[in-house]
């Protein structure tokens, strides 16, 4: 069992709704039909609110309490989420989407940032024409170097087309615990019309 597992049985929603901005954009600029790969998604919140803007989506996360949760969620909303517990790490990216997710899994500290790093550059290759990369991490000068930089380093086709801080609110119902964040959300386009 892992942590996550421990802290999604005690909170059914531990991260609350998707950020506004997030879904503000899907709603405007989602495809009505696609697929969407959700890493690290743990409950759900994300590859449900995709599913019901019309993605058909594969959510990956290491918490099998978290995976269940969001197909339950999924199946009583008749919504397209397919559930995976597997290390994001190893995952194999075999298939390409027109959307893919990476919310609050990517820190850039100095064990990991190399491992991040290389992640990125995995999931960069398996957008379709058009696609967006969706990327959140918390606000934080070093944290948004490190993804700019990230950026320069890719081709040309790869374009940021939304890059904004969104407000977000963490609560823990059975603690009382709140606390408020900026998140640093920044949306890349596949603007070439073949694979990268
Ligand atoms: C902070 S939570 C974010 C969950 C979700 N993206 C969201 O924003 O609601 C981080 C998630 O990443 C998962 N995770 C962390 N490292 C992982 C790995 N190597 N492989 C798969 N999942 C991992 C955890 O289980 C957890 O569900």
Redesign the pocket.
């Known amino acids: 069992m ?1 942590n ?1 597992d421990k802290q999604y049985q005690d909170e059914i929603n531990l ?1 609350g709704a998707p950020y506004a901005e997030f879904e503000a954009f899907v709603r405007e600029h989602a495809p009505q039909s696609g697929t969407a790969l ?1 890493l ?4 759900g ?2 590859a449900l609110m995709l599913a019901k803007h019309g993605y058909t989506v594969t959510g ?4 099998r309490v ?1 995976i269940d949760q969001m197909l339950a969620a999924a199946q009583s909303q008749n919504l397209a989420v397919t559930g995976i517990v ?4 190893t995952y194999p990216l075999a298939d390409t989407y027109d959307a893919i997710v990476l ?3 990517l820190h850039f500290g100095k064990a990991d940032k190399s491992k991040e790093l290389a992640l990125l550059n995995a999931v960069a290759q398996q957008l379709n024409p058009n696609g967006y990369l969706f990327l ?1 991490v918390h606000k934080s000068a070093q944290k948004e170097r490190v993804l700019k930089t990230w950026r320069t380093s890719l081709s040309d086709t790869l374009s940021i087309v939304h890059e904004a801080y969104v407000d977000y609110v963490y609560k823990e119902s059975v603690s009382g615990f709140q606390s408020k964040f900026q998140y640093y959300m920044l949306v890349l386009q596949q603007t070439s019309q073949e694979r990268a």
Do not use: K, L
């Open positions: 892992t996550y991260f959700d690290g998604c743990g409950q919140r994300d990956v996360d290491g918490s978290g597997a290390d994001f790490y919310d609050s899994i959140f």
